[in-house]
C-alpha cells in the first residue's frame, strides 16, 4: 500500500512564527506536492517537486517556500505565518510513469493566531 | 486552463438509494480521478480513468468516462451511511507527470 505521512494532524501557531510541515512518502514517487484546502475555495496547489532539489510554484506561492533534500521527503515552510494561512494542508505523491495514479497524507488542520 | 465542474454540489439520500455525481470537465480529460474525503482527512484515492468509455467498479461505486473524455459520472448502488463525505474529482491537465486540476467536491450525506 502506498503511504503518505504528514508530521502532525492538527497544529496551533502564532502569528509571525516560523512553521515546517513534513511530508514522507514510502513509494519513490518521483513526483511531490502541497496543496491547501479551504472552504469554497476547494483544493490549491502550492507548491511541487519533480525530483529532488527541485521544485515548481503552483498557483498560490506566496508566503510559502519548500525543501526537498530527498525523495521520499518533501517540506513545506511558512516563512512568518499569518492569520490567512489558517487551513488544512494535503501533501500528495505521484510516480512520474504511468499509471499516474495521485496520492494524498492524512492533512495537517493549521491554526495560526 | 481546464476547469472541473461537479455537480450537485451537495447530496442527501436515503440509506439503500442510488445516486450519482457528475464531473464535467472544459478540456478533453487525460485521465480522471476520483477521490472520497472523510471530513477534516485527507483524501482517499477510489479511482482513475484514462480511456474513453472506461468504466470502473470498487465494492458498491462505479465510475465511467464517457467516449469523448469529457465528463464522468460516479454512481453508488444502494448507499450506506459509510459512503458518506465528499467526493472530489481530479483531472490530468496534459498526458499526465503534471498537477492535477480538482473540482470543488460535492457532499453526500446518507441518512438512515
Known amino acids: 500500500d502506498v503511504k503518505v505521512t504528514q508530521s502532525s494532524r492538527y497544529l496551533v501557531k502564532r502569528t509571525g512564527e516560523k512553521v515546517f510541515l513534513e511530508c514522507v512518502q514510502d513509494?519513490?514517487?518521483?513526483?511531490m506536492f502541497w496543496y491547501r484546502q479551504d472552504p469554497g475555495l476547494g483544493l490549491r496547489l502550492i507548491y511541487f517537486?519533480?525530483?529532488?532539489?527541485?521544485?515548481e510554484k503552483g498557483d498560490i506561492p506566496e508566503g510559502y517556500s519548500v525543501s526537498r533534500e530527498k525523495k521520499e521527503r518533501f517540506s513545506l515552510i511558512l516563512e512568518s505565518a499569518s492569520t490567512n494561512q489558517t487551513s488544512m494542508y494535503l501533501c500528495?505523491?505521484?510516480?512520474?510513469?504511468?499509471?499516474?495514479?495521485?496520492?494524498f497524507g492524512p492533512g495537517t488542520r493549521l491554526t495560526v493566531t | 486552463s481546464q476547469e472541473l465542474e461537479q455537480s450537485p454540489q451537495s447530496l442527501i439520500v436515503q440509506e439503500g438509494k442510488n445516486l450519482t455525481i457528475n464531473c464535467t470537465s472544459s478540456k478533453t480529460l487525460y485521465g480522471l480521478y476520483w477521490y472520497k474525503q472523510k471530513y477534516g482527512e485527507g483524501l482517499i484515492f477510489l479511482m482513475m480513468?484514462?480511456?474513453?468509455?472506461e468504466e470502473k467498479s470498487h465494492e458498491k461505486i462505479t465510475a465511467k468516462l464517457d467516449e469523448k473524455k469529457q465528463q464522468s459520472s460516479l454512481h453508488i448502488t444502494a448507499s450506506q451511511p459509510s459512503h458518506a463525505g465528499i467526493y472530489l474529482c481530479g483531472a490530468d491537465p496534459n498526458s499526465g507527470n503534471t498537477p492535477l486540476v480538482f473540482g470543488k467536491g460535492t457532499r453526500l450525506s446518507v441518512i438512515a
Open positions: 500528495a505523491s505521484r510516480p512520474g510513469r504511468t499509471p499516474y495514479e495521485q496520492y
Open positions: 517537486s519533480y525530483d529532488v532539489k527541485m521544485k
Open positions: 480513468l484514462q480511456k474513453g468509455g
Open positions: 513509494m519513490d514517487h518521483e513526483n
